[in-house]
């Protein structure tokens, strides 16, 4: 049974949800704080997290990072107000890799954590390569040569999907698609944010340009 934790200090949304998730046969922990969902989240290793920006103790960003730095690859989901864009690109920019915005419908949410989960759990052990660049998708690590990169659990799928189809352009409708589920309400700019950090990641030790922008088109991965 896959475990989900809900970090929440609303008594509303957390019923909601951990009811919502329980019946479709998940087991769900709840934290009220900050500090509480650390301390669950190292005691009881989840499959996913959705974690809310606002939190006493220690607000949902500083959550993020700690969890991130423990497990690169958790998928963690932000739930943020409705104009709380510059939250929304935060949250992304730090390794979230979703958001619901609230007031949300539970089908939604449900929608996103299924296509979440069934991205962590399709991928079979395997290598691919293209250029100097490798992905093991056992371990979800990247290399260039012999240079380590850990991938978020987006970042992975995202990487994963120009690796299999190298040289060819991918428009950013199907990237969303495919690495998100569906249309992502309100965040037309979150295939740009997470490009921009995975050519970071790429690039780190100066290394050639390997996923490269098509204006008007959408993005592709070749040499230099």
């Known amino acids: ?13 957390t019923n909601v949800v951990r009811r919502g998730l329980s019946y479709e046969g998940y087991q769900v922990d709840t934290a009220a704080s900050g500090p509480q969902g650390l301390t669950s989240a190292r005691d009881h290793a989840p499959d996913l997290v959705i974690l809310d920006v606002m939190l006493p103790g220690i607000d949902g960003f500083d959550v993020l990072e700690r969890l991130r730095r423990a497990d690169s690859s958790l998928p963690v989901m932000m739930l943020t107000a409705r104009d709380g864009t510059a939250d929304q690109v935060k949250g992304l920019e730090l390794g979230a890799d ?15 954590v299924k296509a979440m989960l069934r991205r962590r759990d399709q991928d079979r ?3 691919m390569h293209f250029d100097n660049l490798s992905l093991d998708t056992g371990t979800r690590r990247a290399q260039r040569d012999q240079r380590v990169i850990d991938l978020t659990s987006t970042e992975y799928e995202l990487l994963r999907q120009f690796l299999l189809h190298p040289r060819r352009v991918v428009a950013k409708h199907q990237l969303m698609e495919r690495v998100w589920g569906f249309e992502v309400e309100g965040s037309s700019n979150i295939v740009e944010v997470y490009v921009k950090q995975l050519r970071q990641k790429l690039e780190a030790h100066g ?14 991965l070749r040499e230099q």
Do not use: S, W
């Open 1 to 13: 049974m896959q475990r989900i934790l809900i970090v929440d200090d609303d008594p509303t949304v």
């Open 98 to 112: 979703d958001y619901v915005v609230k007031p949300f419908r539970f089908e939604v949410l449900l929608a996103r």
């Open 125 to 127: 052990p395997d290598i």
């Open 207 to 220: 290394e050639p340009r390997l996923i490269h922008t098509i204006r008007g088109a959408g993005y592709v």
